[in-house]
């Protein structure tokens, strides 16, 4: 079961700028679970319920006008679709979504009974093409369910790989001057504050292809043993080095996202949300803002493979979005916490009281 939350998703559609979510999937994977509570406030659509293994059904969103689309005699494999209820009364449903007031529209699911119908497609597209739609969408080698996934308007949702070729580079390697001492073994809630960075790294292990933990210290190193989490132990001074160094641990990546281990707070929500914007936008450099500021974490589409491994000497990514400005785009963090390091021990302080507030 994927880990992308309605939070999540929406966060990231909103951040995309496009006009339709698409969810598709094998089965059991849960597109309908997330598809039903993101239509949870939808009052207009098509619904298709599968009533028996003989016998599939399309009506209003209501559930009312329901009429057959597919059957199953006991010789076939498959549905077969029922022609002429698909081109008159399903082309009828749609339009009635086209003519309704509601500016938002669910489709349930759209599968291989219909795509074969020109006439029911046509009118779909027409649906697409007017409101803002919310759909599942069967995963199958159709030019018709293709087509749809493809729109460059849809921002798409594959359950059953969410974020692909996206590797994660926690920077742990910090000389932590103003703090006086290793700030990220720094006890925060009972754990060091980098521990709270590396859990993330396992808990989202749908999310990131690969891992590692680029770090100059010993006793990190021994936490990441404990964690299970890949790291590279290194004494190299720049942070240019710290950058190339995790760069090339992964090797070529569609995208690398870049973690400050001093971030403690940041919530598996927004780093979700950062992913799968980056997954409907891969040439884009996503960054995390709060209140007009711009942060860490940021992604950096793969094309940047040797820039980052050529960074001037004790300069960071910013040299990179300094001359790409064009490419890059911003999700807003939920909360001021999410983005605050830890720079000095009263830091420590004040997250911890976040952390209790929130219990």
């Given amino acids: 079961m994927s880990r992308v939350t309605v939070a999540a998703l929406r966060r990231a559609f909103e951040a995309s700028g496009k006009k339709h979510i ?107 093409n007017i409101k803002h739609v919310i759909a599942c ?12 996934l493809s729109r460059n308007d849809a ?30 073994m720094a006890t925060l809630a009972e754990k060091p504050v980098v521990a709270h960075t590396i859990e993330k790294l396992t808990s989202l292990s749908d999310i990131f292809e690969n891992s590692v933990v680029i770090t100059r210290y010993d006793e990190i190193a021994t936490l990441c043993e404990i964690y299970k989490a890949n790291f590279v132990l290194h004494d190299l001074p720049y942070k240019s080095d710290t950058i190339r160094t995790g760069v090339e641990a992964l090797g070529k990546h569609h995208g690398y ?44 589409p793969g094309k940047f493979f040797d820039e980052l491994r050529n960074l001037p000497k004790d300069s960071g990514g910013n040299v990179i979005i300094k001359s790409n ?10 909360y001021e916490f999410e983005v605050t390091d830890v720079d000095e021990p009263s830091d420590i302080e004040k997250l911890e009281e976040i952390i209790k507030s929130s219990d």
């Fill in 257 to 300: 996202l870049f973690l400050q281990a001093d971030q403690p707070l940041l919530t598996e929500e927004t780093l979700t949300a950062l992913a799968l914007s980056w997954q409907n936008d891969k040439d884009s450099i996503w960054r995390v803002s709060f209140d007009g500021e711009v942060y860490t974490p940021v992604i950096f």
């Fill in 137 to 148: 969408v069967r995963k199958d080698d159709y030019n018709f369910l293709k087509k749809i």
């Fill in 22 to 128: 698409l969810i598709t999937g094998s089965h059991g994977i849960g597109k309908t679970t997330l598809f039903n509570a993101l239509t949870s406030s939808v009052f207009c659509g098509i619904l298709s319920r599968r009533e028996n293994d003989t016998c599939v059904t399309m009506s209003n969103w209501v559930g009312t006008d329901k009429f057959q689309i597919g059957t199953r005699l006991e010789a076939e494999k498959k549905m077969t679709p029922c022609i002429e209820n698909i081109e008159t009364k399903g082309v009828e449903l749609i339009e009635n979504c086209i003519a309704s007031p509601e500016e938002q529209v669910a489709v349930d699911e759209i599968g291989y009974l219909e795509c074969g119908n020109s006439a029911y497609c046509n009118t779909l597209e027409k649906l697409f």
């Fill in 325 to 334: 400005k064009a490419l890059v785009k911003e999700l807003d963090a939920k």
């Fill in 155 to 184: 921002f798409v949702v594959d359950l059953d790989k969410p974020v692909g070729g996206l590797g994660c580079i926690v920077l742990a390697s910090g000389i932590s001057m103003r703090f006086g001492s290793n700030k990220l």
